[in-house]
């Protein structure tokens, strides 16, 4: 028998049935263990994918929320923008009609005083009335004394209030 390039038949019969075996062997663990690890990848692959497709859809959600929470407080802003506005306006109301109200007090107030001043008034000049009719009544007694009938003393007290006249004793 010949060699084929230096190696005798045995040792190729041994090398082509060992690289059969591998074969044969690459095959049954591809089927046996590679195929699981594919398909536990492929699950795992499958189950980052879901958590991925999770994360964005809760991200985007997440991102609605905060979108509604924000203009929720912009609203509560404006809604408490909108109270203060009002009681501002109530309190300028209140204090119109309190600066009114005070106005009226202070016109009653001197309404009253100015009609006490007039009362006053009156009651002076009835005073300086009946001193003037005393004084009169002094000076008709004196002129009675020295003999005069009553018609000449009607007529000198009637005389004497047209010469003091209104003027001298309201003044």
Do not use: C
Request: aromatic content about 6%; cysteine-free.
């Amino acid at each position: 028998m010949e060699r084929l390039l230096g190696f005798d038949w045995q040792l190729i019969n041994d090398a082509v049935i060992t690289g059969i075996s591998v074969f044969i062997l690459f095959f049954a663990l591809s089927y046996l263990l590679f195929n699981p690890v594919r398909a536990f990848l492929a699950k795992r692959q499958e189950m980052i994918a879901n958590d991925l497709d999770t994360a964005k859809t809760s991200k985007e959600s997440a991102q609605a929320l905060k979108a509604e929470y924000e203009a929720k407080l912009r609203e509560v802003d404006k809604e408490a923008e909108a109270i203060l506005e009002e009681a501002r306006k109530k309190a300028k109301k209140r204090e119109a009609e309190i600066i009114d109200e005070a106005k009226t007090e202070a016109a009653r107030i001197m309404e009253r005083a100015n009609h006490e001043i007039l009362l006053e008034k009156k009651k002076a000049l009835d005073d300086m009335k009946q001193e003037m009719i005393s004084v009169a009544s002094l000076m008709a007694g004196k002129v009675v004394a020295a003999s005069m009938d009553t018609q000449i003393q009607d007529s000198l007290v009637e005389e004497t209030l047209k010469e003091i006249g209104e003027s001298t004793w309201q003044s």
